[in-house]
Nanobody, 118 residues
Framework: QVQVVESGGGLVQPGGSLRLSCTVSGIIFSISDMGWYRQAPGKQRELIATIRSGGGTNYGDSVKGRFTISRDNAANTVYLQMNSLKPEDTAVYYC????????????WGQGTQVTVSS
C-alpha cells in the first residue's frame, strides 16, 4: 500500500527554523508531484508549496521567501525548510503525493504539528 509519513514538526520560537521531511513508499516517487499543505484550527487547509517531478516549484503567498521545498528522489523524500517562522505559521502540516501512473491518485500523510511560540 501507499504510505506517506511526515516528520520534523515541533515547538520553535518566532524567527526560528524547522525542516520537515516526508517519506513516501508504494508509488514511483520520481515521477510524482509532491506538496506541503497546512491547516490551522478553524481554518481551511492551505497550500504551502509544491514541487513537480521535473523540479519546478510553486509557493503560497504567505510563505514566499521564507520556506523552501526540495526533493531527494533517491530517498523518496520531500523536504520543507521553514525559516523566519511566525506565530501565524502554527498549524498541522500535511504532505501530499500525486501519483501519475502506478497507483495513480492523491495520497496524504497523517500530519505533523508545528507550533511557533515564545
Amino acid at each position: 500500500q501507499v504510505q506517506v509519513v511526515e516528520s520534523g514538526g515541533g515547538l520553535v520560537q518566532p524567527g526560528g527554523s524547522l525542516r520537515l521531511s516526508c517519506t513516501v513508499s508504494g508509488i514511483i516517487f520520481s515521477i510524482s508531484d509532491m506538496g506541503w499543505y497546512r491547516q490551522a484550527p478553524g481554518k481551511q487547509r492551505e497550500l504551502i508549496a509544491t514541487i513537480r517531478s521535473g523540479g519546478g516549484t510553486n509557493y503560497g503567498d504567505s510563505v514566499k521567501g521564507r520556506f523552501t521545498i526540495s526533493r531527494d528522489n533517491a530517498a523518496n523524500t520531500v523536504y520543507l525548510q521553514m525559516n523566519s517562522l511566525k506565530p501565524e505559521d502554527t498549524a498541522v502540516y500535511y504532505c501530499n503525493a500525486q501519483s501519475k501512473i502506478f497507483r495513480a491518485g492523491s495520497y496524504w500523510g497523517q500530519g505533523t504539528q508545528v507550533t511557533v511560540s515564545s
